[in-house]
């Protein structure tokens, strides 16, 4: 009888881990490197082995960071505003973000009137990348006005932003005003999450109302389509 071939053997034993649990889902599998002198083959062999457990959805690899087993997608509930924290606290999966940006312009015309505040007035311009585990799955830009949180700080926007507005700031958030279009991702964006350059991205432009009517954030999110799936309900007029 012929045997497999030694990729193929090699994937068998990887996707077996996964279905037993050795290896859950948003784990990093070992480095190519690892793999290589674990099961005695060239470095080509292994990556014939990954190439095929991605093509069968079981692991994905991530530019410049490694292969992961692949999670279930998170589903963004368009009607619901939570928070990236919030719409995983069932799943108990750790989450955090690398600040990549923080500091105080002034506001333009255009990002005053979005802001519904003066032109030159002082805003945070925040820049960071959301994780799930240690997989990059959204790379959030956000603006606030400064007088509305003068004690912002970069070690609140590595956690919940939400969660310093309404537990910390006491200010009770209304809703938020979100339109998703399909763009294609530009150079830093395909840099931080690992994306293929030439695949589309759905991107969630927001504004965010405090229930006193104030704007207190306004945000361009860039997801990682292949992390995220977007649902709403629709119901028929009567």
């Known amino acids: 009888m012929t045997r497999k071939p030694m990729y193929r053997q ?3 034993t990887l996707r077996e881990r996964v279905q037993q649990g050795v290896l859950k889902p948003g784990d990093a ?5 690892a793999l290589q002198e674990e ?3 060239s470095r080509v062999t292994v ?14 690899s991530i530019q410049g960071s490694g292969s992961y087993v692949k999670e279930e997608r998170v589903n963004y ?6 928070s990236l924290y919030e719409k995983l606290a069932d799943r108990n999966v750790d989450t955090h973000s690398d600040v990549k940006v923080f500091e105080a312009i002034n506001a333009d015309d255009e990002l005053a009137d979005t802001l519904q505040i003066s032109s030159g007035e002082k805003v945070w311009h925040v820049k960071r990348v959301r994780f799930i585990k240690q997989k990059p799955v959204t790379l959030e830009e956000t603006w606030m006005p400064l007088a509305l949180f003068p004690d912002l700080t970069w070690e609140v926007m590595e956690n919940s932003k939400y969660h310093f507005i309404e537990k910390v700031k006491k200010m009770a958030i209304d809703r938020s005003e979100q339109e998703i279009v399909p763009v ?7 840099s931080l999450l690992g994306l293929d350059p030439t695949r589309p991205i759905l991107e969630k432009i927001s504004r965010g109302y405090l229930s006193d009517g104030r704007v207190f954030e306004y945000s361009r999110n860039a997801f990682k389509s292949d992390d995220y799936k977007f649902t709403l309900v629709a119901k028929r007029h009567r």
Not at 29 to 33: G, K, R
Not at 77 to 82: G, N
């Open 10 to 12: 090699i994937a068998d």
């Open 29 to 33: 599998l070992p480095t190519e490197s």
């Open 39 to 41: 099961f005695a083959v």
């Open 47 to 60: 990556r014939q082995a990954l190439k095929q457990l991605t093509q069968e959805a079981i692991i994905e």
């Open 77 to 82: 509930d368009i009607y619901q505003l939570t």
């Open 184 to 190: 294609m991702p530009s150079s830093e964006t395909v």
